[in-house]
């Protein structure tokens, strides 16, 4: 019954749509039931965008249920601190270090960095100007950062190649494929054991295939 | 890449992933539809864009959701199967044909979808569409998941020439922007629409022949009511616990997530309700919950059957459900047991700046609502990407009703200030929304003689909704070249000269200011074209050719 929740944040332009569309195949090509859910229209003017992901065995509301986020991931360093009705103790956050200040406000509100700490017990923060330098292109960065989510998760990887390969644009798999793998290798999800996440369990081992 | 053997789940399934908008496009098309209309609106625009992709099927984005669904009862009257599709405000708009083609039926089975948008991510209201389908006697089904959206889709073409009546599906932003699983199926092959057959007093709504199309109408919803017990789109799904579940669309999947054993009669056909079905439910379980979002729909009609039902003192009229929304009041009406592990939701401890959307960086709108703001000028607004011109840096606009409204309410307050008017109102439009429902607005100005100062902000595409083109653009939805409306010729339809007509370039401050101040000052009618293509279009555009 066990359901996984991923909600994914960010600021309209930087490829949460992308990013989402890619997981939710993913866990598709993985054998799950999976959900999505998500706002377009007003949102994707410089505004705060989410897509709510949900898989498992059955999935019934495509809405992530209060408290109930397993993982949240975030393409800007604020974004996750308007969401955290859907956030507990064991959320896990995974999130970009990028700072963008919304129109009209000037300076980037200080200590939200030690904020995201605080509230959320296991966390990693990517250095982006880093991880930029290692990947093809900036227009990149939302697969890479999807990547280091990925190490987390107990998706197999050619769930996440299938994924990758029909969700982003022609011509530019190459490039989406090694930002993918090169993020992939930085992630915290990588060096722990993947059943203390907690969240997939042994219902998460992807069936074999061809 | 995957190599793809036996046994691999993407080759034996024919299962994709689908948004409920590309769903209801499918089942259209598996169903056989010949024609797809409408007009663009969040949450809607996706499900004409899918099926356009679908050869077989002619699209057009219409001039607006009237005409939409006129050139829908045309096609359906020459045996085509067609669907309209709109968002729920664009109902309003053709509300005038819906009604009457309700009277009249159907040859080719006719599908028009509301789609919804409870919360109003993208509205300016949020108005229950349900009611539509009791004010115009027309019943409606409303799926609860992409799968649901494809099948639902399928089934109200088949039920809609078996009943001779135009069939609602209403979607909410939560299924149009969804994406789940969907199984998928074939084309049926749906031969070609028989054509147009003259038959008077069937199509003809003159009084006389609309008084006897009156009865049909009754008798009619009076059989659907009466099989709905038996549809198969409703079902009870048992459950233990004395409390049941009335419920529809997405609200069912938030019921069975908060409450996973409770008893559900889930609505497929949510007008008209199955009343033997309520009933037989009703006396199954102890207390029978109504959760439905906005209006009071399920409930109201339930309890005038004389059924004891529960709803409203629970959920609120405004906004969407959730999971924790559908339960939290249950909990605290003590109808159920509190759950441990619910944990107040941790604030932070630094304040979050709010990020509202804002006009693009770049945007050629920019200019024209930096100076109104400059100038002080009051402010008609409509409906658009430009409607930020409201929010500040720029606080340029005094109201937003609906689609043309600029034009209209300008007049209104010209008319109502009388001598004490003083020019200074001006009346902002997009290019899209003008040609929707601004030009009419336009010509009452002509026609009443008014002063009115339009301004037509033409970037070149429907911005808001995610660049479809409109009949200014010299586009159609296929990509094919168009005729393009001349503003010119239209500002000499409407008697506005030489001096009073002019077009600007956007991205010139110069231009633009001279043009208002000049045009601000002269009597008459007057129109101002500010031309400047949509930022994010010419990016796509750039992306495309490269």
């Given amino acids: ?210 | 890449m995957l190599a793809h053997g036996s046994g691999c789940t993407i080759c034996v399934m024919k299962r994709q992933l689908l948004s409920g908008n590309e769903a209801i496009a499918r089942g259209a098309w598996e169903a056989g539809v010949h024609v797809g209309t409408g007009y663009p609106g969040t949450p809607s625009t996706e499900i004409l864009e899918a099926l356009k992709d679908y050869p077989e099927v002619y699209t057009e984005w219409s001039v607006n959701e009237k005409v939409a669904l006129e050139v829908g009862i045309g096609a359906s009257l020459a045996g085509g199967r067609t669907l309209v599709t709109m968002k729920h405000v664009g109902v309003n708009v053709a509300a005038d044909p819906l009604f009457t083609i309700s009277y009249i039926g159907v040859k080719g089975g006719l599908v028009i979808v509301s789609a919804d948008d409870p919360a109003m991510h993208s509205s300016q209201n949020e108005q229950d569409n349900r009611n539509y389908a009791h004010a115009a006697r027309m019943p409606m089904l409303e799926p609860a998941d992409s799968q649901e959206a494809r099948d639902f889709t399928r089934i109200a073409f088949e039920l809609s020439e078996k009943y001779d009546v135009p069939f609602l599906l209403r979607s909410t932003t939560r299924i149009s922007h969804a994406r789940s699983i969907v199984s998928v199926a074939e084309r049926a092959a749906p031969g070609r629409p028989a054509g147009f057959y003259r038959n008077i007093r069937k199509f003809v709504m003159i009084p006389a022949y609309a008084r006897l199309r009156h009865v049909a109408v009754e008798e009619r919803m009076e059989a659907i009511a009466r099989d709905a017990d038996e549809l198969s789109l409703n079902r009870i799904e048992e459950g233990s616990g004395g409390i049941g579940f009335v419920t529809s669309g997405v609200v069912y999947q938030y019921v069975r997530e908060a409450f996973p054993d409770a008893p559900i009669l889930k609505l497929g056909m949510v007008y008209p309700l199955p009343e033997n079905l309520i009933r037989t439910f009703a006396k199954s379980v102890e207390t029978v919950v109504v959760a439905e979002e906005l209006d009071s729909f399920f409930e109201s009609r339930i309890r005038a059957m004389g059924i004891p039902v529960r709803g409203k003192e629970f959920y609120p009229r405004l906004g969407e459900l959730s999971p924790g929304r559908v339960r939290a009041p249950l909990v605290r009406a003590g109808l159920i047991p509190a759950t441990d592990g619910g944990e107040a939701p941790t604030a932070p401890a630094i304040t979050v700046p709010p990020r509202p959307p804002a006009l693009c960086p770049g945007c050629p709108h920019r200019t024209v609502f930096g100076l109104l703001h400059e100038l002080g000028m009051k402010v008609t607004g409509d409906i658009g990407c430009y409607t930020l011109g409201a929010l500040p840096p720029f606080s340029a606009m005094d109201t937003c009703v609906d689609m043309g409204a600029s034009i209209g309410v300008a007049q209104g307050i010209e008319v109502a200030e009388g001598d004490a008017y003083k020019r200074d109102t001006v009346a902002v439009i997009g290019d899209s929304t003008f040609a929707h429902s601004g030009i009419t607005g336009l010509i009452n100005a002509a026609y009443n003689g008014r002063e009115s100062f339009v301004i037509v902000l033409d970037n070149g595409t429907t911005a808001m909704t995610g660049m479809q083109p409109n009949p200014f653009s010299g586009t159609r939805i296929s990509g094919e070249g168009a005729f393009a409306l001349d503003y010119g010729k239209l500002a000499e339809a409407v008697g506005i000269d030489r001096e009073r007509f002019r077009t600007v370039d956007a991205y010139s401050k110069e231009e633009v200011e001279r043009a208002v101040r000049e045009l601000a000052t002269l009597d008459k009618l007057k129109l101002l074209v500010v031309k400047g293509p949509c930022v994010i279009l010419r990016r796509k555009q750039k992306k495309e050719a490269s």
């Fill in chain 1, 1 to 210: 019954m066990t359901v996984s929740n991923i909600l994914m944040v960010g600021v309209g332009g930087q490829g949460i749509i992308l990013a989402s569309n890619i997981f939710t195949a993913a866990t598709m090509y993985a054998g799950f039931d999976t959900k999505k859910s998500e706002i377009h229209g007003m949102s994707q003017r410089g505004g705060s965008v989410f897509s709510h992901i949900r898989y498992g065995q059955e999935v019934f509301s495509p809405v992530i249920p209060e408290g109930g986020a397993h993982f949240v991931f975030s393409l800007e360093l604020m974004e996750p601190l308007r969401w955290l009705d859907f956030v507990n103790r064991e959320t896990v956050l995974v999130s970009s270090d990028k700072r963008i200040n919304p129109a009209n406000v000037d300076t980037y509100p200080d200590g939200v960095a030690a904020e995201l700490k605080r509230i959320f017990s296991t966390i990693q923060i990517v250095d982006v100007k880093k991880l930029q330098s290692k990947i093809a292109s900036a227009t990149f960065l939302n697969v890479a950062l999807l990547g280091v989510l990925s190490g987390f998760l107990d998706l197999p990887l050619p769930a996440w190649e299938t994924a990758i390969g029909e969700t982003v644009p022609r011509g530019t798999f190459d490039k989406n494929w090694s930002a993918f793998t090169h993020g992939r290798t930085l992630s915290d999800g990588a060096t722990e054991k993947r059943s203390d996440t907690g969240v997939i369990g042994d219902k998460g081992r992807a069936p074999d295939r061809g």
